[in-house]
């Protein structure tokens, strides 16, 4: 009882000097009850229900505004909110937009010149994203994973030339990305990127990966209709900066589409391997220690494997495996030795 006691005195009196010092620092404000409040010298804010945001109008230091649960925001054109002009990271995820005008929402984020992270993830009315995301020219976080009905990017996205991580994973609608992506060079990290099919004129086809020199994590999301050309199979041996690979194909069952992930030739520096949802009876060919000398982390999972692939566990080429962690998941009809593994 004794213990429980001073762990909860030392818990109030942390929360205490916490809510003191970011009085303090201006980082946020709180009311009476150790609630946050918005006010003029709010510089960082976690959106509630009851909050009004009249005070916020004319606030010039605000710099950060995160949704802290899911509900529908009112955004009028002549409200405090709409009027923030300062922010840096604005968090709206899982926000529902239908009490809200579609064009006053993106004109107000839109005019947010110098927001640098926008979160979006699971919007789910999010249907297309205007030409007008192209005026966040300072942007370098976007997130829009898990946006189930989007289907939809501007070619103005390839503008934002600041990106460093574009997310666009778990976005079943959308069906491939603009033509001209690969101008986004900073890129560092990139989730859903879709092999599109020839018959897409504006779209970003396989090809384009290597020009993403600054690439360390990418999420490939392989569905039916990706094509990736037999001059496209090196693209990812020039991505020496890529650490860490992840491959989904969830949505395909073409065996063509399967022969060409098989032939793939990933970057010998790949530290970490996610492989989700292969059809196959066997593993990718270069899923080897000869192939992969410097893997740490190899995931394998909701597959149809059976077996390894004979590669898998070769030699020959005189290195063998470094993988620290191995993760193999709802795979129920491999047969493998546990000893062996």
Known sequence: MMGEFIVAKCTTWLGTLMIRIAREEAFTSFDDGGRQIP???????????????????????????LLMDSRSIRLKRNAGLAKVMSLRVLDLSHVKLENIRVYDFW?????????????????ASLIEVPDSIGKLWNLQILILAECSNLQKLPASITT????IVL?????????YLPQGISSLSNLQELYGFKPASLAHTESCHFGELKNFIDLRVLRLDINQESII??????????????????????NCEDVNILEKLNKLTPPSHLEELYFGHCHGEATLDWINPNSLPELQYLCLEYARLVDMSPLFWSSDGGNSWEVEELCLKFLPRLQVEWSRV
Not at 49 to 60: A, G, I, R, V
Not at 167 to 175: E, I, Q, S, T, V
Request: charged content about 30%; glycine content about 4%.
């Open 107 to 123: 004109r107000w984020i839109s005019s947010l010149k110098r927001l640098a992270c926008l979160n979006l993830r699971d919007v």
């Open 160 to 163: 934002l030339h600041k990106l």
């Open 167 to 175: 997310d666009l994973g778990n976005c079943p609608a959308l069906k």
């Open 39 to 65: 006010t003029m010298d709010s510089r960082r804010l976690g959106v509630t229900n009851e909050m009004k945001f009249h005070s916020l109008e004319n606030n010039s230091k605000i710099r950060a505004l």
């Open 229 to 250: 050309e037999d001059e496209e199979l090196g693209a990812l041996a020039d991505l020496q900066k890529l650490r860490v690979l992840l491959i989904n194909a969830e």
